[in-house]
Nanobody, 127 residues
Framework: QVQLVESGGGLVQVGGSLRLSCAAA????????MAWFRQAPGKEREFVAA????????AYADSVKGRFTIDRDNAKNTVYLQMNSLKPEDTGVYYC????????????????????WGQGTQVTVSS
């Protein structure tokens, strides 16, 4: 069983930056591909980014490509999401998730691919 706790959310102006962290406990962190999802008010949760066990493979939603960077530090059992050039449409609750397998197709972007979830951290981008 893996427990995930996100932090780093907050209120930021358009064009600003935030760095989210997700600390994992239980299990062997380096065994798990990790991902970030987000949920805007009134919308379904959507895929943001993912990376494999050593960070050598990454995937991003088109809406964040070039602005967001996912990385991990296996020694600290932590995955990060660096968010730059933030837009109002980036507002939402951000969740980290841990899975068991890496996929080279859209399966990677499905919620059902991930077994463990954090409680989320709120990100609000104000204009």
């Amino acid at each position: 069983q893996v427990q995930l706790v996100e932090s780093g959310g907050g209120l930021v102006q358009v064009g600003g930056s935030l760095r989210l962290s997700c600390a994992a406990a239980g299990g062997t962190f380096s065994d798990y591909p990790m991902a970030w999802f987000r949920q805007a008010p009134g919308k379904e949760r959507e895929f943001v980014a993912a990376l494999n066990w050593n960070g050598g493979l990454t995937a991003y939603a088109d809406s964040v490509k070039g602005r967001f960077t996912i990385d991990r530090d296996n020694a600290k059992n932590t995955v990060y999401l660096q968010m730059n050039s933030l837009k109002p449409e980036d507002t939402g609750v951000y969740y980290c998730a841990a899975g068991h397998y890496w996929y080279y197709n859209d399966v990677l972007r499905r919620e059902t691919t991930y077994s463990y979830w954090g409680q989320g951290t709120q990100v609000t981008v104000s204009s």
